[in-house]
């Protein structure tokens, strides 16, 4: 097969990303990467085109070659293509390189022993130096362009095995600051220096002259031994500073001779007096590169570092200021005067006020702030803790407003939080002191989401500022009081807010958890437990509820019992007592069990209080608690009368069983003012408060009611249960049916039901009996009624031997109005809602019969022909 074309590369190339594994699993799938070489050498597709199959290689190498055997074979491949291009400009040469280095990376072949790496890195250093190379790449305005992507392969290379180029640190060091790419060869080199110091630190040698032009190890300068020392990989760059090592393998015990350690000073201040020529992204991973390889090293001062402070100290580059912090954690008062830690905050504090600043650089300002050492205060609890830097004076214009966006707002009262923390008692008189103005921002945020009709975000916003305050200020008990009591009136305005209150309270700790559930309680007893905000109330007091206020807590619930008619409302109800069981119990909390177990309407509410009342009447509080709270660290019980715990989650849960039931359709009932479904239920097992539970997919019926039967029994006949149904459509319908129901060991449990069919058929009513001698005439008036805006149409019905009497008597005997048996009859039928269906079967022959159908509802003109149609099949 010959190379193919550019249109033929296009089409395989867009159903390739489309979806890579059906592709690589069809016919053309395996030879795509055989392929893709091949043509990179053909003369008949642009360099273009070619482009666009490196590119492919570059996206997808693992999946085009999986394993290093063929990865091996594709970089070989590429570096023989790379070499046979002609000596003139072309745009292939650089994505041949990636690609090569890419396949031997990602394919695993990456070692001493893989041809093709011993023939690239030579290839790639060769270029990186920008030592000639031989004649096969190109002419010299091309070498500058090749040298910058050599440098950044062999930083890849170098990124996945730690310390291969330990023995070209010369080398790299030689070129710095010669003609060529000065960011590639400086992050290399960088990236290099901290893998070496580490790699070596770890195994106890030296730098051994690595710095030195023209010295190397015995490996050549790539170092596989050294790789391989370096296990893991090495991040490049990280979001966090590594801690310190000063144990056995950190970098404190690396010894360097005077000649070594002056050797990296000297590269590293060359280093950095060269950076101001990089990109601000690259001057910050340069500055992070070479503070871990500085950080923790005997015997090398930071001051290396001073005059890069001095220069970026007033950047306005994000970068290079969040390189500036990382320097400052890294080395703290070794590089930082207290005169430059001023200015840093002075500095940071200005440009967060900055009014036009985009949202992130502002959040950035403010986290930088919220982080800077000296903002925290220092010492053990109980101790004095060093004053902040950031007082109020530099921060007045960083004060949190309502105008804020969400996050400036909470990160800004962060900030407060902070000076709430360190304010003096004889700063509590002003008029604006710290607190003060956190008091009322806290109150104007309750405000705000206490309002009705108010969005989710703002309550959401309010809960997160309190839990903010609560965090900071957590031993202060005169900034907590005012956030407990307004809390509590933000609930009494908005019940709704129940939910966001029971996160909150699980969140904090006991020095506001504890006074806010008092609280929180007293204003929920205090309410009539009738009111719409019922469901919340017990919301709270089911998390809040405890021994000391309960005889408050059960006048509450009595009150509330008789409101709870739904069953959501009738298990928050049970929750409260369930927590107030653990709590202490007590008598007045095993009346209202008893009478819950026979109030209740729900069978599931009722089952549930009654095993709470036997828990409570006989079990002690110890063993109650644990009871009904499963641990793995509660302690065993000794009682005979209480099993595991895990007995007692499985009795308060309702458990999926399969159905100890059957129930089918039985004979349709063709009366009353809407269809009902007469249904025959047999019991397999004992069966106690059995629940039906009856739901339609879709709109086409009113919801069902549910059934209910106090007790089955095997064997013994059971009554037949009547559905109404209420179709919103007169069409047939599925009936998912769920029992609910005791068994006779006491559990809850349900069972999904076979779904059982409601037929076109079950559907039909008869109309009102017509006067007698009038049914000709209103039969003829239902008839011509149903035209001009329904529909009517002629069908063929077959007939059994029985013929059309047995047929008609058998099916449509509710629903005849004019009779001549046995050769015609009319037929009225009611289909609810608002339907009408006639049929006229007249002149019945010996096969079948001619049926004109008639109805003011053309959509049920096709299931009126099914139903007539099958009306001769098997019942």
Not at 37 to 49: A, F, M, V, W, Y
Not at 379 to 392: I, R
Not at 555 to 578: E, I, N
Request: hydrophobic share 45%; with cysteine; aromatic share 6%.
């Amino acid at each position: 097969m010959g190379p193919l074309s550019r249109e033929a590369w296009a089409q395989r190339l867009v159903a390739f990303r489309a979806s890579p594994s059906a592709f690589l699993a069809g016919a053309d799938g395996e030879d795509l990467g055989r392929d893709l070489l091949s043509d990179l050498r053909s003369e008949k597709l642009s360099e273009q085109s070619k482009v666009s199959l490196l590119a492919l290689s570059l996206e997808y190498p693992a999946e085009l070659w999986p394993d290093a055997a063929a990865a091996e074979a594709a970089a070989t491949s590429l570096l023989d293509t790379l070499l046979l291009l002609p000596p003139r400009p072309s745009a292939l040469r650089k994505p041949l390189l990636l690609a090569a280095t890419t396949l031997l990376v990602t394919g695993g072949a990456l070692g001493p022993t893989s041809a093709a790496s011993c023939r690239l890195l030579p290839l790639l250093l060769g270029l990186a130096s920008g030592r000639d190379v031989g004649r096969g790449f190109g002419p010299i305005s091309e070498q500058r362009p090749l040298q910058a992507t050599a440098c950044e392969c062999l930083r890849e290379l170098e990124s996945c095995k730690p310390g291969l180029l330990g023995g070209s640190l010369g080398v790299l060091r030689s070129r710095l600051g010669q003609e060529g790419p000065i960011q590639p060869l400086s992050l290399l080199l960088a990236l290099s220096l901290r893998d070496t110091l580490v790699v070596q630190s770890r195994s106890g040698a030296g730098l051994q002259g690595l710095l030195v032009s023209g010295v190397s190890t015995g490996g050549g300068p790539w170092n596989w031994t050294l790789a391989k020392e370096g296990g893991a990989c090495l991040l490049p760059q990280a979001p966090s500073w590594p801690a310190t090592e000063e144990g056995e393998h950190g970098l404190a015990v690396l010894e360097l001779s005077p000649e070594e350690a002056r050797e990296l000073r000297a590269v590293v201040a060359q280093l950095l007096d060269a950076s101001y020529l990089l990109t601000p992204v690259a001057q910050a991973q340069l500055l992070w590169l070479l503070g871990w390889a500085l950080r923790g090293l005997r015997g090398q001062p930071p001051a290396l570092f001073k005059p890069q402070l001095v220069r970026l100290l007033g950047t306005a580059q994000l970068t290079l200021l969040h390189a500036v912090l990382a320097l400052k954690a890294a080395f703290g008062e070794a590089l930082f005067t207290a005169q430059d830690e001023a200015l840093l905050l002075h500095r940071l504090a200005l440009a967060a006020q900055h009014p036009s600043l985009p949202l992130p650089t502002h959040l950035f300002y403010l986290h930088c702030l919220l982080r800077f050492p000296e903002n925290w205060p220092l010492g053990p609890e109980g101790e004095e803790a060093a004053p902040l830097l950031l007082g109020p004076q530099l921060c007045r214009s960083l004060m949190p407003s309502l105008l804020h966006d969400p996050m400036a707002l909470l990160a800004r009262l962060h900030l407060l939080c902070l000076l709430c923390a360190e304010e003096e008692e004889a700063d509590q008189g002003q008029l604006q002191s710290p607190r003060r103005y956190l008091e009322e921002l806290l109150a104007g945020l309750r405000q705000r989401a206490a309002l009705d009709g108010s969005p989710r975000t703002s309550a959401t916003l309010c809960f997160q500022a309190s839990y903010l305050v609560a965090s900071c200020l957590a031993g202060q008990t005169k900034a907590l009081t005012p956030l407990i009591h307004g809390l509590a009136q933000l609930y009494r305005a908005r019940p709704m807010l129940a939910p966001h209150l029971v996160d909150f309270l699980d969140q904090v700790g006991p020095e506001l958890g504890e006074p806010l559930k008092r609280v929180l309680q007293q204003e929920v007893v205090s309410t009539p437990g009738r009111n719409e905000a019922l469901r919340w109330h017990l919301q709270i007091l089911a998390k809040v509820a405890e021994g000391d206020a309960q005889s408050a807590t059960l006048s509450f619930l009595q009150d509330a019992a008789a409101h709870c008619t739904d069953w959501s409302l009738q298990q928050a109800l049970l929750r409260v007592c369930r927590a107030l069981l653990q709590a202490s119990g007590g008598r007045g909390l095993a009346d209202l069990l008893q009478v819950l177990a026979r109030q209740l309407e729900d069978p599931d509410g009722r089952d549930h209080a009654r095993l709470y009342y036997i828990l409570l009447a006989h079990l002690a509080g110890p063993k109650l608690g644990a009871a009904l709270g499963p641990s793995l660290a509660a302690p065993a019980l000794a009682s005979s009368l209480v099993a595991e715990n895990q007995g007692f989650a499985v009795m308060l849960m309702v458990q999926e069983t399969p159905a100890p039931i059957r129930l089918s359709v039985g004979p349709r009932m063709a009366k009353g003012p809407l269809p009902v479904l007469q249904l025959h239920i047999e019991a397999l097992e004992p069966v106690y408060s059995l629940e039906l539970r009856f739901r339609v997919e879709g709109q086409l019926y009113a919801p069902l009611g549910a059934i209910h039967v106090p007790y089955l029994c095997p064997g013994r006949p059971a009554h037949p249960l009547f559905l109404p149904l209420q179709p919103r459509r007169p069409a047939p319908a599925q009936l998912e049916v769920q029992a609910l129901f005791s068994t006779p060991a006491g559990l809850t449990c349900h069972s999904p039901l076979p779904p059982l069919s409601v037929n076109f058929e079950d559907l039909f009513l008869p109309f009102p009996p017509p006067p007698d001698g009038a049914e000709q005439g209103f039969f003829e008036g239902l008839w011509d009624s149903c035209l001009p805006k329904g529909a009517e149409s002629r069908v063929w019905c077959p007939l059994a031997p029985q013929g059309l009497e047995t047929l008609v008597s058998r099916n449509l005997e509710p629903f005849v109005v004019v009779a001549q048996p046995p050769t015609s009859y009319h037929i009225a039928i009611r289909l609810p809602p608002a339907s009408t269906l006639l049929l006229r079967l007249e002149a019945a022959q010996m096969d079948g019969v001619p049926v004109a159908l008639r109805t003011d509802d053309w959509a049920v003109l096709r299931l009126a022909g099914d139903y007539v149609r099958r009306l001769a099949g098997p019942e």
